[in-house]
């Protein structure tokens, strides 16, 4: 599934090619990519038909193109192997096309195609409303649930700090609470914890303030690091609006490497190998030397 820097990465695409376009033509060619909006197919495209947009933006992993001078914005949902292109019309249709945009700026053309081969994602227009602790914010209504991500100017580590003291779950089980803080997935939780040399069984209710703020530096520093890289690509389902595959995965310190040697251990001297658990029906990677399961460790 597209994480934070995936989605990132896809926001400053549509930035760059879509910012200040308007939408002439709508074609919607599945209409389970439009499920969350639930007034439907005709809704969609009136509504959206001869609409401004705006410069997009993000929080976490949701995505969002805000028109009608700032009131409402198309929501783009990526679920897990939605792509966004924006391709000239000529190009034939890829595969999985679900969604066509037409958009022009001055006297170019292009189109903004929604692509999703599992169908988790999708498009649906939302109103824009006053974020809970900055009201000059807008976020759609959708969106307002959704914590801050490590990447924003005004995350807020002390207040993740103070509500983890307060819940009986594990490191990594919030880690993934996208209210709690957002855009960190599997694959940068693993990363991040590693970096931290945190277990992801560790009771919250045991964290130091020290190691809240370590592991979410840890989140910040690496998914910079995956932003930089164009974000991770293990095949063809995350792409960038050009198409072009991320490559931060040749720089993963500990996931996917279930069996192979922990590069840290390696510089020690040290032969320790990644191992692998489950966890919340996927997999957890770590290092058992550089993160040692606490003696209270939590399921």
Known sequence: MPELPEVEVVRRGIH?????????QVE?????????HEVGEADFIARLTGQLLDEPQRRGKYLWIPYGEGSHALVVHLGM????????????????????????????????????????GGLYLDAL???????????????????????????????????????????????????LSSGIGNIYADEALFRARLHYSRPTETLTRNEVSRVYSAAEQV??????????????????????????????????RHGQLCYRCE????????????????SSYFCPVCQPVPRRARK
């Open 267 to 282: 510089e020690r001297g040290q032969e320790t190998l990644i191992e692998r658990r489950k966890f919340m029906n996927r």
């Open 28 to 36: 919607v060619l599945d209409q389970r990519s439009l499920r969350r």
């Open 16 to 24: 760059r090619w879509a910012t200040y376009a308007t939408v002439t």
């Open 129 to 179: 409303v006053p974020a809970v602790d900055r009201p000059e914010e807008l976020l759609p209504a959708t969106v307002t649930h959704i914590g801050r991500d490590p990447l924003d100017d005004h995350f807020d580590t002390e207040a993740v700090f103070r509500k983890l003291r307060k819940r009986r779950s594990n490191l990594k089980r919030a880690l993934l609470d996208q209210s």
């Open 81 to 120: 192997s939605g792509q966004v292109l924006v391709t000239d019309p000529s190009l034939p249709d890829p595969k999985h096309l679900k969604i066509r945009i037409t958009i022009t700026s001055g006297d170019r053309i292009q189109e903004l195609r929604f692509v999703d081969q599992r169908i988790f």
């Open 223 to 256: 998914m910079r690091l995956a932003l930089s890289q164009g974000g991770t690509s293990f095949d063809a389902l995350y792409v960038n609006v050009n198409g072009e595959s991320g490559y931060f995965d040749r720089s993963l310190y500990v996931y996917g």
